[in-house]
């Protein structure tokens, strides 16, 4: 039986292909994070307003949290969990990333973008791009999912103004540093993609 999350065959061949490592926009380039972006993502990290509702994350959050996460990125596999650094104009603003479940042809997908730059389209520029991705190079992926904090507003409208339909709120579902967490789901279907 095959196993649906396998990668490759017995002699290490793949069977899965990956997402293009670097997808350009018309404003943005997303390509791998590197180790050399951890100042980068520093940078916008460590404002408290932009983990407001990433509330798992280390808080006060310091270089070696910022390392932890490039490095985690690099140690991702690509086929199944590709993970894009957001570059603007030559810098690093934000990452953006897929998780897919081949098994259930699903993914989820979840972004941020530095303080900076919010309400510029940046970020559903990028969302939009990685979901075009998913579907044209998976065709087996019928279904993209997101999440996010119920509070969470700008998230929610990204979601939505990528062809997202708001699901429901699950309620109370998640404790992250004490607080009890609404979690608003997002998807778009296949079928309801304009891709
Ligand atoms: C969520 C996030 C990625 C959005 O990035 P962005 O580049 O500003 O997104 P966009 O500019 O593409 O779209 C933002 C939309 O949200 C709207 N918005 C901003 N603040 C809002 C709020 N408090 N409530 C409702 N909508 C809001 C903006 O007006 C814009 O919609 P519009 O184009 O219809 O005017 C960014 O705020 C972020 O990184 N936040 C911190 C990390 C995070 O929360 N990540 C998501 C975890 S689920």
Redesign the pocket.
């Known amino acids: 039986m095959t196993d649906p999350d396998r990668t490759s065959d017995e002699n290490g061949k793949a069977v899965r292909t990956t997402l293009p490592d670097r997808i350009e926009t018309e404003r943005l380039l997303l390509r791998p994070f590197r180790l050399d972006d951890a100042d980068a993502v520093l940078s916008?990290a460590r404002d408290p307003?932009?983990?407001?509702?990433?509330r798992a994350l280390p808080s006060p959050y310091g270089l070696p949290d910022a390392e932890r996460f490039v490095a985690g990125q690099l140690l991702r596999d690509r086929v199944t969990h590709p993970s894009w650094a957001v570059v603007f104009e030559g810098a690093v603003i934000?990452g953006i990333n897929v998780r897919f479940r081949f098994e259930h042809g699903s993914a989820e997908i979840?972004?941020?973008?530095?303080?900076t730059?919010?309400?510029?389209?940046?970020?559903?520029?990028?969302?939009r791009a990685v979901v075009d991705a998913a579907f044209s190079t998976h065709e087996e992926l019928n279904r993209i999912e997101?999440?996010?904090?119920q509070a969470?507003?700008?998230?929610?409208?990204?979601m939505?103004?990528i062809g997202m339909t708001k699901e429901g709120v699950l309620r109370q579902s998640r404790i992250e540093r004490g607080a009890v967490l609404d979690l608003a789901w997002f998807s778009i279907l296949r079928s309801e993609w304009g891709g």
């Open positions: 916008y307003e932009w983990s407001r509702y990433l934000g979840g972004y941020s973008v530095a303080r730059h919010w309400n510029r389209g940046l970020c559903t520029e990028a969302a997101a999440r996010a904090d969470n507003g700008a998230s929610q409208r990204v939505e103004k």
